[in-house]
């Protein structure tokens, strides 16, 4: 069965830093791999997601994240987050081969950004 | 017009009740999830169906039952209602079993 780490629990940052969330997962076959963002009180949505091709992939509201498949990570990144990415922040990752399509998700990094 | 919609928004009842959850969704889309959100924003893969054919059916208590008529609704059935219970369940649904996912607003249920 596979996994999915995402190191960073809490972050708290000040309007137009840089921002960078950690993902890891293991799983021995080929897997899609998404991130997806919870605002307070809403339901997830898709930031981005890499099934194959040029492993930088760049989402919406100026988010993007690099596959590298060597280290088994999917990190995401912001170059200057605003007030408004305040959010939680969910790695996930589906299988395409083995047989097994069931979706793991992290737990979820929480994104505090002060104006 | 909303694509994945879920209803109740919020449930609260006592322990030992039967509840359902349904959702639809008008996206044409193959399969469809329930997802439980504990109150650490956990989110756990419960059940999902590709075509009407259950294809996920994790380690969730046998009180939950999920039914799908068709391929644009699932809905999810729980038995004698417990505390633990208490949470947030997501539906969802994707074109394929393994592309990204389309979530509803959540269904908060709350068992006193």
């Known amino acids: 069965a596979q996994s999915v780490s995402q190191h960073n629990h809490h972050v708290i940052l000040s309007e137009a830093a840089s921002l960078e969330l950690g993902c890891n997962y293991s799983?021995?076959?080929?897997?899609?791999l998404f991130w997806y963002v919870q605002y307070p009180g809403q339901h997830l949505q898709l930031l981005l997601k890499?099934?194959?091709?040029?492993?930088l992939v760049k989402g919406i509201k100026g988010f993007e994240a690099e596959f590298i498949k060597s280290k088994f990570s999917f990190n995401l990144r912001k170059p200057s987050v605003q007030w408004s990415d305040t959010a939680e922040y969910f790695c996930?990752?589906?299988?395409?081969?083995?047989?097994?399509?069931?979706?793991?998700f992290g737990r979820g990094t929480s994104l505090i950004v002060h104006p | 017009d909303t694509a994945v919609s879920q209803t109740p928004k919020y449930l609260v009842t006592q322990m030992g009740n039967d509840k359902s959850i349904k959702c639809e969704q008008n996206?044409?889309?193959?399969?469809m999830y329930w997802y439980k959100q504990d109150s650490k924003k956990f989110l756990k893969i419960m059940f999902s169906?590709?075509?009407?054919?259950?294809?996920i059916n994790e380690t969730v208590p046998n009180r939950f039952s999920p039914k799908s008529p068709d391929k644009a609704h699932l809905n999810l059935h729980i038995n004698s209602l417990e505390l633990g219970d208490s949470a947030v369940y997501f539906c969802?649904?994707?074109?394929?079993?393994?592309?990204?996912?389309?979530f509803g607003q959540g269904t908060r249920l709350t068992v006193v």
């Open positions: 890499y099934f194959s091709g040029d492993p």
């Open positions: 799983y021995g076959g080929t897997v899609n």
């Open positions: 969802a649904s994707s074109q394929t079993k393994n592309t990204e996912a389309f």
């Open positions: 996206l044409g889309h193959d399969t």
């Open positions: 169906y590709n075509n009407k054919e259950l294809i």
């Open positions: 996930a990752v589906t299988p395409t081969s083995g047989g097994s399509y069931i979706p793991t």
